[in-house]
């Protein structure tokens, strides 16, 4: 048993620095998606709130495309299909070039994507929420519809979105797992990495859940925080 | 028809109009893959692609099969009195649902092959050894802890009155349980266990990554092969018509079920 506690040690001879830094890629790679997932859903789900059938369906198409596609071969379809229209288009200017996606690049665009989808949703139940009668006043007041979306309509629908992005964020939090499959260094790349060396999978993999299990129970109690944050005019009616 | 299935009717034409744009964007769609299809290529691995089908089916109907049949005796340990069996459930259930699908399956497949000497002593080693087997193992227990979930959340919103209810009517609590509270529950957790089943076939994908040929691990040999793309844009097409037949047939299923909880038309 203690030799497994060795083997988490920090410094040349331990894992633990290259687990904590693989932790560390997964969290960042996590964040970095948040971002560009929220306002790609924000955008879906006001196209699909949109008074043009077309935009509507637009809207449809994009959740239903990417809501139902594995989260694996997202990511495979922006990889592989990315390095190919990158190599065509680069041909074109300058033939013979080699270009390579950098992996970190194509799991934020993919994860965002999925977020997107399924955070359009959320936003659009959200959108839905708030009370017709709120537009209206923005605009008796004579605010610009930008305004009174951005001062008047977002922080409320941003209130009700809150606990599904949550649950948005830990599924986010558990599918950048999948970006080791296309060689970026997070957590469970790093702990293929120890296991290759050490022959302890088991421990290894272990270890690697239990790591990630933390990161989600942190991520809980954020969560709840910021919702807390975010109902305290509503301490009566809850 | 009576008034209340209607609805505005402009709303319900614009809601035609949504549909007709998403039919023709679809159809467009398809005619694109259609056009750029390599027919040599899908005679190649067309057979192949409808094994790696029939694969995830087995992965998905083993799994989802035997979860929804342990899920409820973990939802009865989650809502039982009992501490010890309660939180022994539940850290289960936050174990599996806390941790991703992929790391759990290297955690099975790889972790227990640590273990080989003590499993061929006891005869398990033919099981562990087959990725199949582990998948299934692997997405089995995971899916038993989201629709344990499910069906807490559901047996508990269950109105309190209802088991009052059988309570004044004599019943034991075993049968209001079974004959009463039961059968609403399901109702209720119809739709999340349609969803879990939908999210058990795209996430069956990973088993790929321990070598199953299921249709994404036959996509990546076929990739790895022809070094021709459009093999991954078949996954995608493959897959989008299965979660979709699922859904809309589910929600057919729903539809029906629930009939007698609609109003009554006239």
Redesign the interface.
């Given at each position: 048993m203690t030799e497994l506690i060795g083997l988490l040690s920090f410094g040349s001879d331990g894992w633990g620095d290259e687990l904590l830094e693989g932790a560390f890629l997964t969290l960042r790679l996590a964040l970095a998606t948040l971002p560009f997932g929220l306002v790609i859903g924000l955008c879906v789900a006001l196209l699909k709130n949109a008074?043009s059938?077309?935009l509507?369906?637009?809207g449809?198409?994009y959740t239903?495309?990417f809501r139902?596609?594995?989260?694996?071969?997202t990511l495979?379809?922006i990889y592989?299909?990315g390095q190919?229209l990158l190599k065509e288009m680069l041909d074109v200017v300058a033939p013979g070039t080699t270009v390579e996606v950098s992996s970190f690049v194509a799991g934020i665009i993919a994860l965002s994507i999925v977020f997107g989808a399924f955070a359009s949703e959320v936003f659009l139940a959200a959108i839905r929420a708030v009370p017709k009668g709120q537009g209206e006043a923005a605009a008796a007041l004579g605010l610009s519809r930008w305004q009174g979306f951005r001062l008047v309509l977002f922080p409320q629908l941003f209130r009700l979105a809150l606990p599904g992005l949550g649950n948005l964020w830990?599924v986010l939090l558990?599918?950048?797992?999948?970006v080791?499959?296309i060689a970026l260094d997070d957590l469970?790349r790093q702990?293929?990495v120890a296991?290759g060396v050490t022959?302890?999978?088991?421990f290894f993999?272990?270890v690697?859940?239990l790591l990630?299990?933390a990161m989600?129970?942190v991520s809980t109690t954020c969560v709840a925080l910021l919702e807390k944050r975010y109902n305290r005019g509503f301490a009566g009616s809850r | 028809m009576a008034l209340n299935d209607m609805g505005p009717p402009d709303l319900k034409r614009?809601e035609r109009?949504?549909?007709?744009?998403?039919i023709?964007?679809?159809l467009v769609f398809l005619a694109t893959f259609l056009t750029i299809l390599d027919w040599n290529l899908l005679e190649r691995y067309g057979p192949r692609f409808l094994r790696g089908v029939g694969v995830t089916f087995k992965l998905v109907l083993i799994s989802v099969g035997i979860g929804s049949a342990v899920a409820l005796p973990v939802a009865l340990a989650r809502l039982s009195a009992n501490r010890l069996v309660n939180n022994l459930a539940l850290g289960y259930i936050?174990?599996f649902r806390?941790?991703?699908?992929?790391?759990?399956l290297?955690?099975v497949y790889?972790?227990?092959?640590?273990?080989r000497e003590a499993m061929e002593a006891v005869n398990l080693w033919w099981f562990f050894r087959d990725p199949f087997f582990c998948a299934a193992l692997t997405f089995t227990l995971n899916t038993t802890a989201y629709q344990a979930e499910i069906l807490r959340g559901a047996i508990q919103s269950v109105p309190k009155g209802q088991w009052e209810a059988g309570h004044a009517l004599g019943l034991s609590r075993a049968v209001t349980f079974l004959k009463v509270i039961l059968p609403q529950a399901y109702i209720i957790a119809l739709r999340p266990l349609g969803n879990e089943l939908?999210l058990m076939?795209?996430?069956?994908?990973?088993a790929?990554?321990v070598t199953v040929f299921d249709i994404?691990g036959t996509?990546?040999l076929a990739?790895s092969r022809s070094f021709d793309?459009q093999v991954?844009?078949w996954?995608?097409v493959l897959?989008?018509f299965i979660?979709?037949t699922i859904r809309i047939a589910w929600s057919f299923i729903e539809r029906r079920l629930t009939r007698h909880l609609r109003v009554s038309r006239s």
């Open positions: 008074e059938p077309a509507q369906a637009l449809n198409l239903t495309i139902g596609l594995p989260e694996l071969l495979f379809i592989f299909g190919i830990l558990k599918d950048t797992a999948l080791s499959v469970l702990t293929n296991v022959k302890e999978p088991f993999y272990l690697a859940c990630y299990l989600s129970l | 614009a109009r949504t549909r007709l744009f998403m023709f964007l679809g936050t174990f806390g941790t991703p699908l992929l790391a759990q290297f955690l790889y972790g227990t092959g640590q273990f939908i076939i795209k996430g069956s994908a990973v790929s990554v994404m996509t990546r990739f793309f991954y844009l996954a995608a897959y989008l979660v979709e």
